[in-house]
């Protein structure tokens, strides 16, 4: 099978990555929807900032799943975007089953819009970074 990689691109980081990837994503999933979670946080804690930051880890991989093997677009990047938002959609409302235990809130859900699109810019400059310092890593396209 050819390789249609760019020269000096390695796909070594394609297996840990998306593995990385998924783990996040199940625990993400899980932690979500455990019935009645232990306190793991400090009460101080926002939940709102733990979406934030929950969604912004997500975006982040979500984008190095495909800069991996090829530069990211800007519509990679919208359409990565959109995905993390849908699911963050999607995990609110799954929390409303009455047997979870859980609440869904509109904040929270502004807090995972908001953390997806810090994300992604986060995981577009990660890529730019890993291309620069001739890594063979990810790299950024224009709208590819």
């Known amino acids: 099978m050819a390789d249609n990689s760019p020269p000096g691109r390695s796909t070594w980081a394609v297996v840990p990555v998306r593995l990385g990837l998924a783990g996040y994503w199940v625990s993400m999933c899980v932690a979500t929807h ?22 912004l880890g997500l975006a982040v991989l979500l984008v190095q799943g495909i800069a991996v093997v090829r530069p990211v ?18 995990d609110e409302v799954t929390q409303m089953v009455p047997a979870l235990h859980r609440t869904a809130e509109w904040k929270d859900w502004a807090a995972d819009v ?26 950024i396209a224009g709208d590819g």
Do not use: E, F, M
């Not at 939940?47 to 934030?52: F, M, S």
């Not at 577009?124 to 990810?138: A, D, E």
């Open 114 to 139: 908001a953390g997806a699109a810090i994300g992604v810019l986060v995981g577009i400059l990660v890529s730019r970074v890993w291309s620069v310092q001739g890594g063979g890593g990810p790299s």
């Open 34 to 55: 455990v019935p009645n979670p232990p306190a793991v946080v400090p009460v101080q804690v926002s939940d709102t900032w733990l979406h934030l930051v929950a969604y």
């Open 73 to 90: 677009s800007r519509r990679d990047a919208v359409l990565l975007w959109a995905v993390a938002v849908v699911y963050g959609a999607l």
